[in-house]
């Protein structure tokens, strides 16, 4: 172990204690290494410390003081940081990370024109939303954020964070200052875009063979992903023109009427389509040809269980600030809480969640204070309401605010392909709370009711479940059997043809998927508490938890639904069979429940109704009743379908769904494990219920569970006990 007098000897007397020294190798700035936690050090290079203020992106504070604090390096220098080693030289300034064998994990090299550092053999995630797709290497990231052709129009819009993640057990996140990072060379590096000779530069990097400690770094540092309201993930169905008053009740009765399951109506504003919920970009005022009397509409709505979302455009352009700001800074018309109050007279008529628009040009700092501010602004009214927010711009940090999705993207089939890996790796950059225009927003030939049943499907499966686009009508799910294109938005050149407006097959389809997403949502909030208390999202890269197998760590083509589902979207029009890679270990198929071997690519036959599912084995899937809104009572009993062929456990979560309370312990965790030799399933804590339990290919059995934490046990039939 080296001991600080070690320390001293090696850097010419500044390691530790802040002073400059006068020996060779003289660094242009001081260097600080410390360290955030036992996998996370912090890299500062800087002339003063004013430049390491304090920035509200990073909410971590360091786990000790800096270990090393110097001006010159005299000669190199070797530092433990728990079980690894950090190893220092000059000329140029380079650390390295090694293990206890001596092996190099990472090494950044820092000269005048930024950091150079390995990017090793394997694919590399992260970097935000949006851009070339799966593997981000061979390109270069300007860090451009917004919509802009010709990628807008396949992987949607970039939301630009400079977070690397390697499946070689290594993570960078370029705090300060913004810059370009280049994946196209046999060396990654970063390049501030500033032009003065020397930078102030502010990395973090993490080191951690769990690719789980990965992500629960970057949530430590960034922010742990906030805890949605139950709402928010049922299914949202958005409106472009409207007619009137009549039409928007109307389509709201028709989900209730036709019983396919809705949570949230979303209005957009005028500007983008002609007549929209309020009377122009920017406007709070609501357009009375079809909100004549919006206070008593929303009452109506929230009668039938939909809650109301609104569209708004034109942000301040240099937003700064947070929405409890006071004084003569609330004064300025950038600053959050004068914006915020332009919004509370609409919010105070029953408004349940906003939908922020354009910020394109918004920089990194005033992306994170709108991000910020419709979190905070909301809470103001309703303090012990879970806010709701749709964003299309943001920056690290956005995990604790809102949700994402991911832009304008054409309606066609390149497109839907495309989501899947943007998908992926916006969760691997923290923000596990994201979805798609289901079907697409800018419509093309190739857009048929073939079409929004694969990408409604695919949403079934996504965080957030939203279907929106131009020609909006056609984004119904029951809008492929009308004969009418509904308002039209685009040239008829590029509209499918009308003989394709006749398709019967869609709404029974959809209501399907819609059934199925609201009996998962047992399973889907239990990995959404996961995802806030441990930045795992829910929407899984298979590498996440199949590291070691080289073809989960490649494709990007589909991926894992919490721990226990793999999903294989279809992206081909007229598919008749899809090839899916199933990860080592045994699976079953969702729909035959047949079992498969995996380790191997298979073809799984498919029709049009069949998204392919796999469940591995050891799963306890939760199964809910069909519900038409997430918080509709029932009385059936809560069905657990016991996969068997491994040991197994399942957290189940459960609590109010849109208060705090959780925060202060009211919330219930049903803790289950499954004993695969003696077909018995433990069921311990919770709250006490009737459980109907049943094994793929066996009788259900009924139980009345006494929700104690002692537990109880439940023996399985219709399979013998397996043999270890």
Request: charged share 20%; glycine share 10%; with cysteine.
């Amino acid at each position: 172990m080296l001991t600080r007098r070690d320390l001293l000897a090696g850097l010419g007397g500044a390691a530790l204690s802040g002073q400059a020294a006068s020996h060779a190798a003289p660094l242009p700035q001081e260097l600080i290494l410390t360290p955030m936690s036992r996998r996370t050090l912090r890299l500062s290079r800087i002339s003063s410390a004013a430049e390491l203020a304090r920035d509200p992106v990073i909410v971590a504070d360091p786990a000790t003081p800096p270990i090393l604090r110097t001006r010159s390096l005299n000669s190199p220098l070797t530092l433990p940081w728990g079980p690894l080693k950090i190893k220092l030289s000059a000329t140029p300034l380079t650390i390295a990370i090694e293990d206890a064998n001596g092996k190099t994990l990472q090494q950044l090299k820092f000269d005048d024109e930024g950091i150079t550092f390995r990017t090793g053999a394997l694919p590399l995630f992260g970097v935000g939303e949006g851009g070339p797709q799966y593997d981000r290497r061979d390109h270069e990231y300007t860090m451009r954020n917004g919509q802009y052709n010709p990628d807008q129009r396949v992987e949607g819009g970039r939301v630009p964070i400079p977070w690397i993640i390697s499946p070689e057990g290594w993570a960078l996140f370029f705090h300060q200052p913004f810059g370009i990072i280049n994946l196209a060379s046999p060396e990654g590096h970063f390049r501030p875009t500033q032009t003065a000779v020397v930078q102030p530069l502010d990395l973090f990097l993490v080191i951690s063979p769990d690719p789980a400690g990965l992500l629960a770094e970057y949530a430590a540092l960034t922010g742990y992903p906030h805890l949605p309201p139950m709402w928010s993930l049922g299914f949202l169905q958005s409106h472009r023109t409207l007619a009137s008053r009549d039409e928007i009740m109307t389509e709201a009765a028709t989900f209730r009427e036709k019983k396919l399951p809705c949570d949230g109506l979303i209005y957009l504003g005028t500007g983008f389509c002609p007549s929209g919920w309020n009377t122009g970009h920017g406007s709070f005022e609501f357009n009375q040809a079809v909100f004549p009397d919006p206070a008593k509409m929303i009452a109506e709505l929230h009668s039938e269980h939909f809650h109301v979302v609104l569209h708004l455009t034109k942000p301040p352009e240099k937003l700064f600030g947070q929405a409890a700001d006071t004084g003569a800074a609330a004064q300025d018309d950038n600053n959050a809480a004068h914006y915020w109050s332009k919004h509370r007279e609409v919010f105070q008529l029953g408004v349940d969640g906003w939908w922020p628009d354009e910020g394109d040009s918004l920089d990194p700092a005033s992306r994170f204070a709108r991000n910020r501010l419709y979190w905070e602004g909301p809470l103001q009214d309703r303090p012990n309401v879970r806010p709701f927010t749709l964003h299309r711009n943001g920056y690290a940090g956005i995990e604790r605010f809102g949700w994402l999705w991911s832009g304008d993207i054409n309606s066609d089939w390149k497109a839907l392909a495309a989501q899947i890996s943007v998908g992926i790796n916006t969760g691997l950059t923290g923000m596990p709370w994201w979805g798609t225009d289901t079907g697409g927003f800018i419509p093309t030939r190739e857009f048929t009711g073939e079409l929004y049943v694969r990408w409604f499907q695919f949403s079934a499966f996504c965080p957030l479940f939203r279907a929106h686009g131009r020609n909006w009508k056609l984004h119904l799910p029951w809008g492929w059997n009308t004969g009418d294109y509904g308002p039209i938005e685009v040239n008829r050149s590029q509209l499918t043809d009308e003989s394709n407006l006749h398709n019967a097959s869609v709404e029974p389809i959809c209501r399907q998927y819609l059934n199925l997403r609201y009996q998962l949502l047992p399973y889907l909030y239990s990995a959404v508490r996961e995802a806030h208390d441990t930045g795992m999202p829910v929407m899984r890269a298979m590498w996440l938890h199949y590291p070691d197998d080289t073809k989960s760590v490649q494709r990007g083509d589909q991926y894992l639904w919490g721990r226990d589902i793999l999903v294989a979207p279809v992206v081909e029009p007229g598919a008749k069979t899809r090839r899916v890679y199933l990860p080592p270990g045994e699976w079953y198929d969702f729909w035959t429940n047949q079992t498969v071997n995996g380790g191997r690519e298979i073809e799984r036959a498919v029709d049009l109704a069949t998204l392919p599912l796999y469940v591995r084995t050891g799963a306890i899937l939760p199964f809910g009743p069909v519900k038409q809104y997430t918080s509709e009572p029932v009385n059936q009993p809560l069905r657990l379908r016991v996969y068997p062929g491994a040991e197994g456990h399942f957290s189940l979560y459960e609590d109010d769904g849109v208060s705090f309370a959780y925060e202060r312990g009211q919330f219930t965790r049903t803790e289950m494990r499954w004993d695969d030799h003696r077909r018995e399933l433990h069921l311990s804590n919770g709250r006490a219920r009737t459980l109907e339990i049943e094994l793929p290919h066996g009788p259900k059995k009924r139980v009345e569970f006494s929700g104690t934490a002692v537990g109880q046990t439940i023996v399985l039939g219709g399979l013998p006990a397996r043999t270890r």
